[in-house]
Structure formats: structure tokens, C-alpha cells
């Protein structure tokens, strides 16, 4: 079965096996929204079902709420959990101080809220993630609908007195329209190519009005684990640096994949 799984699904299987090791019974554990996301979930949804782990998940977005919920994961508001132990989550591009972007799939504002108030931020990703500098992924920043235009505007004019390389924003579409998030926001995506101070970056877009959220991720990961296409998995700690890992064993985990595959 392992066969059918593409490298780069693979590595993010890997990296989402390895982050199940954080969780423990009784745990409130914040879930990611994007494809290795789901990855994570699938393993949660079957150590719940098949080995019957305790867990309270507060997802990230309406869409990993439906999927946990269709795994068989118990699903609480984050008012109701109100701290999280852990929340694992993929990213957009991360970089060696742990620094990230996030958004890629839209749910940056929540993932951010969620991800704050966790104990611990574990990252799952695969190696074409890792970056020297943030950047070539475009940034998503978060914008209320009012005067989005203004706000865009507002944003452009600003990368020119910071001096930011790339100034191109576009307005992320879904089909004909603009796209909406959860919370009935628009996103900006900005095209910057490379971003210098990314710590600047983020205080100053936050500082905008309509702007509601950012998708740079500062000294917020505790540690990303990244995944590797022939199924190697290497843990990269803020504290402990890099932590060489084995394979992941694919045999104990082929019923498994047959389930996320069909
Ligand atoms: O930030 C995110 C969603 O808002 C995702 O975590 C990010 O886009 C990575 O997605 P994927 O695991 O599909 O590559």
C-alpha cells in the first residue's frame, strides 16, 4: 500500500506520525488545517478508535472540525478547552529559528489563536519547506472586507517605506470571488520574495487598519518535525537543535495508509 502514496505524501505521513508521540490521554491538542494536517488527524482518529485515546481536539478550522469528527475525534470550542497542551499544525515555509508562514490554507487566524494558546506548537512538514529566508511563499495577511482596497493600498505603500524587495499583493480568489475565510474575511497574499526583519514585518501589518491577522508565525513553533519522501523523520527542536530520527516502520502502519488512501 505503501506504493501508492506519492515521496512528498509520504514525508508528510512521516511527520505526522512522529507529532503523535506529543499527544497523551487526556490532552487537549489544537488541530492544524491543511493536507499534513490531515494527516495528523487520521492518525489521532484511529489511535482514538483503535486504541482508544482520550483526547479533546479543537480544530483550526470548519474543515479539520468535520474531518475529526468524521475520525471519531471529540471536538471542543477553544472557549470551552480555553488552554491547549499541544497543537500540531503544518506550514507554508518555516526556517532554522522555527519561524514561520502560514495561511496557505486560509485558516491563519485561527491557527495563530489556537496555536498561542497552546503549551507547545508542533510543526509537521515536509523538507521542501524548509527555507534559509521566509518569503518565497507568499505572506497571507488577513483583511476585513470593508475597504479592502484601501487596506491594500495601504499595505503597498508600506512595503515601499520599509523598503521590502517583492510589493506585488493580490487578493486571494475563489473562482470569480474573493476568497473567504471562516471568519468572513479576505485574504492578501504578498508577493515578497524574500523578507528581511520578518519579526518588523508582522508587527507593522498588524498595525494596519483592516488588517486582522498575519500569517508570520514569530517564536511561536516549540519545534517542527519534518518529514522526508523515503520515510525518514528528523525532529527539529527550538531547545534541543536536530534530532536525527529513523525511519518511521511503514509495515506496522499499512492498514493505515490503505484507510487514508481509499
Ligand atoms: O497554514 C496552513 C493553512 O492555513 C497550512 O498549515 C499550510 O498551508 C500547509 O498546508 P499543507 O500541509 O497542505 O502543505
Redesign the pocket.
Known amino acids: 500500500m505503501t506504493g501508492e502514496l506519492s515521496p512528498i505524501d509520504k514525508a508528510?505521513f512521516v511527520a505526522a506520525k512522529r507529532a503523535t508521540d506529543y499527544v497523551e490521554d487526556g490532552m487537549r491538542v489544537g488541530l492544524?488545517?491543511?493536507?499534513?494536517?490531515a494527516w495528523l488527524v487520521r492518525c489521532l482518529g484511529e489511535m482514538v478508535r483503535e486504541e482508544g485515546l482520550k483526547i479533546k481536539g479543537v480544530p483550526t478550522s470548519t474543515r479539520t472540525a468535520e474531518l475529526a469528527r468524521e475520525v471519531g475525534i471529540e471536538v471542543i470550542s477553544l472557549d470551552a478547552a480555553r488552554w491547549l497542551d499541544v497543537t500540531i499544525?503544518?506550514?507554508?515555509e518555516f526556517d532554522e529559528n522555527l519561524n514561520l508562514i502560514?495561511?496557505?490554507?486560509?485558516?491563519?487566524l485561527q491557527?495563530k489563536i489556537v496555536a498561542t494558546a497552546s503549551d507547545q506548537m508542533i510543526v509537521i512538514a515536509d523538507v521542501g519547506k524548509e527555507v534559509e529566508t521566509l518569503g518565497s511563499f507568499p505572506l497571507p495577511v488577513e483583511v476585513v472586507p470593508y475597504g479592502w482596497q484601501t487596506t491594500q493600498a495601504l499595505i503597498e505603500e508600506t512595503l515601499v517605506s520599509m523598503d521590502v524587495l517583492g510589493r506585488r499583493t493580490t487578493m486571494r480568489m475563489n473562482g470569480d470571488a474573493p476568497f473567504v475565510t471562516d471568519e468572513g474575511n479576505h485574504i492578501l497574499d504578498l508577493h515578497l520574495n524574500r523578507i528581511g526583519d520578518a519579526r518588523q514585518l508582522a508587527m507593522v501589518m498588524n498595525q494596519m487598519p483592516g488588517v486582522v491577522e498575519n500569517g508570520l508565525f514569530i517564536d511561536i513553533c516549540d519545534a517542527v518535525i519534518v518529514g522526508y519522501g523515503d520515510g525518514r523523520v528528523e525532529v527539529r527542536d527550538i531547545n534541543a537543535g536536530t534530532i536525527e530520527e529513523a525511519m518511521l516502520d511503514f509495515a506496522e502502519t499499512d492498514n493505515l495508509f490503505t484507510d487514508l488512501v481509499d
Open positions: 508528510k492544524g488545517t491543511g493536507s499534513t494536517a499544525d503544518g506550514a507554508d502560514k495561511g496557505g490554507g486560509g485558516a491563519l491557527e
